[in-house]
């Protein structure tokens, strides 16, 4: 979400001492307050009774009033003090901030954090989601869908007016609550951009994502951080470092499976072991049912296709045939029917069917063989029977190659579906998908 950026200098060599804090009593109602950054900070918020003082006035004059929100707590208390990206920061100031979209509130929370060397920070949360933010290095450049911003492309992902709802603490410039910005924000995940326009100033602010779990650990919070809504803006996708992994493993796998088809084809027999033709007439009993020469078949147990062709045309045939091994009398039946019509419409050519087709016998073991065809047609057809030992068949390297993508196309349809889920909070949804999938990783 954005924040409202402070210039930043550069990171100490080692973690300076706690500054130098100035106490008084709030203009307003009378409780202590304190200023934990004197010299930067232009306006110090009193939490109990939404009084706002000068800073910078020896007599820390009242510049504002707003109605306080007591429930309102900061998730890190003010004055603690933490260590993030090798810099010691201290919390001095909290403020709430509020979008309306479509009728609906939403609100995040930014943490002021101040260093004497590092200058300020900002740590913003929103539905469990955080952000480390600093002032942007120069203006980056604004294009047709997103920003330019040190060489990198960063995406537009919101444009909202974003209310300030609640102040407590110091800040570095004269803060109001009820005050309003144009927020536009751009995602590079796990980076972000913000611009916040007023009428008096434009500013800009990159912001890195971070893990709850570091914030706790960094401020020694006590118990664990709130658990996150939905996925951020610029929330890191867990599925993306791996992904070309993952299609690199497709692309090795695949090419292993293609060698070993190709290596099957390559030491494969595909002798031909019968060719034999006969004609087919249903006024002559004698035709009914033929039977072939024997024949042998020889190698290792292996695949058998049979090819039956005709010269069938606008009509059908079902031809039954059974393989006999004279050796054992073992006996294989099986049926294959061929139809082939064509003709021409409105549309043009059309054709149905087929005058040939194929079967392939798994596993028949070497032997001395015999083919018995019975075929059936309502009018007169040749056809022929070509029997072909151990053939390569290209149909196991497809079913080998589905199986290998079926991991891959669940890894990417979860990697699509965590970005799905997180534009679906943006200016851009992404079309489709489902907004159910709860694997946050």
């Known amino acids: 979400m954005p924040v409202r950026p402070a210039r930043a200098r550069g990171a100490a060599l080692k973690p300076p001492a706690p500054p130098a804090v100035a106490s008084l009593a709030c203009h307003g109602c009378g409780a202590p307050l304190e200023i934990r950054a004197p010299g930067r900070s232009l306006a110090v918020a009193c939490g109990a009774c939404g009084?706002?003082?000068?800073?910078r006035d020896p007599d820390y004059r009242l510049i504002a009033k707003f109605e306080a929100q007591r429930s309102?707590?900061?998730?890190?208390?003010?004055?603690?003090?933490?260590?993030?990206?090798?810099?010691?920061?201290?919390?001095?100031?909290?403020?709430?901030?509020?979008?309306?979209?479509?009728?609906?509130?939403y609100t995040w929370f930014e943490h002021l954090l101040h260093d004497p060397t590092g200058g300020f920070r900002w740590l913003v949360e929103?539905?469990?989601?955080?952000?480390?933010?600093?002032?942007?290095?120069?203006?980056?450049v604004v294009v047709d869908d997103g920003a330019v911003y040190l060489g990198e492309r960063y995406h537009h992902f919101q444009t909202a007016t974003a209310e300030v709802t609640y102040v407590v603490g110091?800040?570095?410039?004269?803060?109001?609550?009820?005050?309003?910005?144009?927020?536009?924000?751009?995602?590079?995940?796990?980076?972000?951009?913000?611009?916040?326009?007023t009428q008096q100033e434009t500013t800009w602010s990159v912001g890195e994502y971070l893990e709850g779990e570091a914030v706790w650990k960094a401020f020694g919070l006590p118990g664990t951080p709130p658990e996150r809504v939905g996925v951020g803006a610029a929330q890191p996708s867990p599925f993306r470092p791996r992904s070309r992994t993952m299609a690199l493993l497709l692309a090795s796998f695949a090419a292993a499976v293609v060698l070993i088809h190709l290596l099957f084809a390559a030491f494969a027999q595909q002798k031909l072991v019968l060719d034999a033709a006969w004609e087919y007439d249903p006024r002559a009993p004698a035709t009914a049912s033929v039977q072939s020469e024997p024949f042998a078949i020889g190698g290792r147990t292996s695949n058998l296709v049979v090819e039956v062709s005709s010269t069938l045309a606008q009509g059908w045939a079902y031809f039954t045939l059974t393989l006999v091994n004279e050796d054992t009398g073992a006996a294989r039946t099986f049926g294959r029917e061929v139809a082939y019509?064509?003709?021409?419409?409105?549309?043009?050519?059309w054709t149905e069917g087929?005058?040939?087709?194929?079967?392939?016998?798994?596993?028949?073991?070497?032997?001395?063989?015999?083919?018995?065809?019975?075929?059936?047609?309502?009018?007169?057809?040749?056809?022929?029977?070509?029997?072909?030992?151990?053939?390569?068949?290209?149909l196991w390297m497809w079913v080998a190659m589905g199986l290998l993508a079926v991991p891959p196309l669940i890894f990417w349809w979860r990697q699509w579906t965590f970005e799905h889920r997180r534009w679906q909070e943006s200016d851009h949804p992404l079309s489709g998908g489902s907004d159910d999938e709860g694997d946050d990783e």
């Open 126 to 140: 929103y539905g469990g989601h955080w952000t480390l933010a600093k002032t942007a290095a120069g203006a980056p």
């Open 341 to 349: 019509y064509f003709g021409r419409d409105s549309d043009g050519s």
């Open 354 to 394: 087929a005058p040939w087709d194929r079967a392939w016998l798994p596993s028949v073991p070497a032997g001395h063989y015999t083919l018995v065809v019975e075929p059936e047609s309502p009018r007169p057809v040749n056809y022929r029977v070509r029997l072909t030992r151990d053939v390569p068949r290209a």
């Open 170 to 197: 110091e800040f570095p410039w004269r803060v109001r609550a009820g005050e309003t910005a144009t927020v536009d924000d751009y995602v590079l995940p796990p980076a972000s951009l913000s611009r916040e326009r």
């Open 51 to 55: 009084a706002v003082l000068d800073a």
């Open 72 to 105: 309102v707590v900061p998730r890190i208390p003010l004055g603690t003090r933490g260590r993030l990206k090798g810099e010691t920061w201290e919390v001095i100031g909290y403020l709430a901030r509020r979008t309306t979209i479509e009728g609906a509130a």
